[in-house]
């Protein structure tokens, strides 16, 4: 049994995967042929960070909301969700857990909740390690 509220980690990746939505949507509109820089002209480079910004904004609450989650967790809980990602991705097995939460304990520092924020794939990490875990 893992040290910390199922519930907690599925709302995690939840939000996890709402802030990752809106990145996707972000990196979408930068890659989309209508920012071609050859057409860039001072009005439309200004509408576009414009557009930026409304689309930065709405990040922003998803990421604060994101990072709050993770924050509001106890320091236990930090090195259990830590390790829980790294199940999840595989740089552990569910048999070595007890170790990657000694591991999380020991580089642990007050920006958990930026690390695992910025690890690609993060929800999906901890689902997966969710379920390893879920398994024995």
């Known amino acids: ?10 709302y995690i990746i939840s939000v996890g995967r709402e802030y ?27 509408t576009v960070m414009e557009d930026r910004k409304t689309i930065e904004h709405a990040q922003d609450s998803a990421y604060n909301e994101l990072k709050a989650a993770i924050d509001n967790l106890n320091e ?5 969700l830590v390790a ?12 070595e ?10 580089a642990s520092n007050e920006h958990t909740a930026e690390y695992i924020i910025e690890t ?9 390690g969710l379920s390893q875990m879920s398994d024995d």
């Open 84 to 95: 829980l990602m790294w199940v999840g991705r595989g740089t552990y097995s569910p048999d």
């Open 20 to 46: 990752r939505e809106g990145s996707m949507a972000m990196v979408n509109e930068e890659l989309s042929e209508s920012h071609n820089s050859d057409t860039y002209t001072e009005h439309n480079l200004a």
């Open 76 to 80: 236990e809980e930090h090195y259990t």
């Open 97 to 106: 857990f007890d170790k990657a939460r000694a591991d999380a304990r020991e």
């Open 120 to 128: 690609p794939l993060f929800p999906d990490y901890l689902e997966e």
């Open 1 to 10: 049994m893992i040290p910390i509220n199922k519930d907690k980690v599925e």
